[in-house]
């Protein structure tokens, strides 16, 4: 970021309402900008899961496999990683290091053990022999969720990742701006999971 | 610590309060159609579904709203303009192809059963 300090106070003497662009806060817009694009990956993946959901080949149904408690848990989880990810993010906003890493390794905990379930989840279908070869409503259902799981996953990945970071250098201004991004990711995920249970899950066994 | 940062007003922060209300909100959101759907208490399963997409669409703005602190001011328009755009898109590519697949999919259904055996 060094590199780019000369050239920066021009602009900012130049153009006074524009000093919000400072170095790093573009980085959250991008981001931002990223994850809409992914909400349009997971978007085409709705709906070919829309389009096939009722390609059965012969093969189980919805309502004949998917266990509406087991979702339920998995929702609950996720949903109480992101109100743990926003105590992190509270906690660093009062500069509280202890607190943030604590909070972020609740979250990384609640984020194993969903795509815990999840897994276990795909082993008792697999195990049935609703595997994503049997029929395109199978592939679709496994493309979508799966997709978001290994969202999930690096998600996991970027808070141990974070956790390290956070230990080695605490709470300066690129760990902070990188723990924002990952604030957006996360939400983000919990967002598309409403679509997934929603849309697949719910109103699957209602068919 | 973040009052050294520049551009403090609009980098997405939220209150404790902020988070919980959302928090209970969500939970409610999603407790609702999970009850409804494993209880079958309403009969009419159009009924339930428009009712669970009606609450999954208010759970999404109430997360964008309270965890991804999506607002009018926040990068200056900027993050909601490029959400509103993102919407718009998804459901043109949603709404869109299961339109379009629907009435191909009722178009060639007589085809399919004609030459499926030979």
Redesign the interface.
């Known amino acids: 970021m060094a590199e780019t300090q000369p050239p920066a106070p021009a602009f900012y003497v130049l153009d006074p309402h524009e ?4 170095p790093g ?1 573009g980085t ?2 991008g981001f ?2 990223y994850l ?2 992914d ?2 990956i ?3 993946l ?3 899961y ?2 096939l959901s009722t390609s059965y080949a012969g093969g189980p149904s919805p309502r004949e496999i998917f266990e ?2 087991l ?2 848990l998995n ?2 989880i996720l ?1 109480v990683s ?2 743990t990810y ?2 992190a ?2 906690a ?2 009062e ?1 509280r290091l202890g607190g943030t890493r604590l909070w972020l390794a609740v979250t990384g905990l609640l984020g194993m053990a969903f795509v815990g379930v999840e897994l276990y989840e795909f082993g008792n279908l697999i195990a049935e022999g609703a595997t994503p070869q049997r029929s395109a409503f199978l592939s679709a259902f496994f493309t979508l969720v799966s997709t978001h799981g290994l969202h999930v996953s690096f998600g996991i990945l970027w808070i141990g990742v974070m956790l390290v970071q956070l230990g080695q250098r605490g ?1 300066h ?1 690129e760990n ?1 701006r990188r723990l ?1 991004c990952l ?2 990711f996360w ?2 995920l ?2 598309v999971w ?2 997934v ?3 697949v899950y ?2 699957g ?3 | ?2 009052e ?4 403090h007003a ?7 309060r902020g ?2 209300i ?2 209970l909100l ?2 409610v959101l ?1 407790a609702v ?2 009850w409804l ?2 209880t079958g208490v309403i009969g009419d ?1 159009a009924t ?2 428009a009712i ?2 009606a ?2 669409v208010v ?2 703005l109430v ?2 709203v309270c ?2 602190h999506v607002n009018s001011q926040s ?2 328009g ?2 909601l303009l ?2 509103a ?2 919407a718009v ?2 459901l043109i ?2 709404a ?3 339109w379009i ?1 629907y009435h191909l999919n009722t178009n060639m259904m007589p085809m399919t059963s004609m030459d499926g055996p030979s």
Request: proline letters at 3%; a negative charge.
């Open positions: 000093h919000h662009h400072e806060s959250l817009l931002w900008i809409m694009s909400a349009l997971f978007a085409t709705f709906a070919t829309g389009v509406l408690p979702v339920a929702t609950a949903l992101s109100i926003g105590f993010m509270i660093m906003q500069g709470l201004a902070q924002l604030s957006m939400h983000f919990d967002v409403i679509g249970f929603t849309f719910l109103l066994v209602l068919r | 610590m973040s050294t940062a520049h551009g609009e980098v997405p922060h939220g209150s404790r988070y919980l959302g928090f969500s939970v999603t159609p999970f759907v494993m399963a339930v579904a669970i997409i609450l999954a759970q999404i997360h964008t965890f991804l990068e200056g900027w993050t490029a959400y755009f993102a898109i998804v590519v949603i869109g192809s299961l697949m």
